[in-house]
């Protein structure tokens, strides 16, 4: 728990700590034994470099973007890991300092650069947030409207990907939703003006064309990490933490200073329809915020959504970096909470699940949009400032099982299922596990039916703490 300077730091500090290494393995030590169907790829994003010369980002959401690639193939893991060569990894390289303002920080700018920046406003496209499969390779995403295409095997980045279309919009989610049946993705984009637009977008398979299906004009916009959609819905939780569109493009303070937390204005649901976009409802509920939807679906006439929620906003300064390092310093933790939509009761019903903490929620692919019986997610055995525990909640029975192992820090279970399986919970979770005693990482596997510990997948490094990733076989 020291370092060598003698200041106390976290024991999961490696977690916040820059990793430099690219690597490329034929295959990686297996602990335990691996299921013999198990073939595919696993692919994570993450922050993975937090300094560039002398300047430091502020936030674990800035760093910058390193992709991961665990392949299961005939019994055997490669891996591999790379940055993501984006504007913003590429300009830190060649001036040795932060070139483009990010989530928590803002480059330091001359004041003609200031002036510069307000009328040609630049992202440097930092892509760190979640990875999903695109043509032939993957995207790498992140809240503002350009997705960075990599190959799926080398982890290359091809760059950057501009939409075929002249639909205009500057923030936007990393969570996408695939639609199977549709054949198309929904998103949400949020334009900044004179007022502000929530825009739901769609956008075929196999295209780059933005099509606006739906669109809500707000004064202020709520920052929205993530949206919910169900077979026919799309669900915008709007919380109370907002911002003037002025203050944000004129950049005096990194982009999510700008935010305020205005409790009185509750939280608002908006409902549109997937097809045609019509809105089908607008409720109202406590204040609450929350980065992650857990799972929505229908219930006859009625929507239900499960969100990872905290009580206020606070979760966003908690993870300042300063903050998580310090192991004093513990982050706020969500409530796993349900709420129901109600055709005619403009309030939100609210059902509290279980005294039951879950950040990184994930739900078994065929059952998202629809209704099933388990979540899993992180939490904390409370012993720890950060999140030490995979879990499993049973909806259905309302009990958890959990993960742990000594000086072990999970991040985001994936679950994937076993071919030909056809309980919901049959297959295995995979999960990058930073192994504080060993300083290095894992890929763990286990039993989604009862989260036994299947096997491990040594990392000859540590690889610092994600957010999103995706299994395709
Ligand atoms: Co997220």
Redesign the pocket.
Known sequence: MQTTLGAPVAAYHLGFTSLDRELSVDALPVSGTLPPWLSGSLLRNGPARFEVGADRYHHWFDGLAMLHRFTVADGRVSYANRFLRSPAFVEAERLHRIAYAEFGTTPHRSPLGRVAALFRPATGDNAN??VVPYADGYLALTETPNPVAVDGVSLETRGVLHYDDAVAGQITT??THHDRSRRATFNILIELGRTCTYKVVRIEDGTLRRTVIAELAVDEAAYM??FATTARYVIIAEYPLVVRPLDLLLQRKPFIENYRWVPGRGTRFHVFHKDGGAAAGSFEGDAFFA??HINAFEEGDAIVLDIAAYDDARIIGDFALDRVRDPHSEVAWPAFRRFRLVPGHSAAEIESLAPQTIELPRVAGRHEATAYRYAYGVDTDGSCGIYNRLVKVDLTERSTVAWTAPRAYPGEPVFVARPGGSDEDDGVVLSVVLDAEAAASYLVVLDARDFTELARVHVPHHIPFG??GTFSS
Request: hydrophobic share 50%; charged share 0%; proline share 0%.
């Open positions: 947030v979640n990393a969570h990490h993530a980065f992650h957010f999103h």
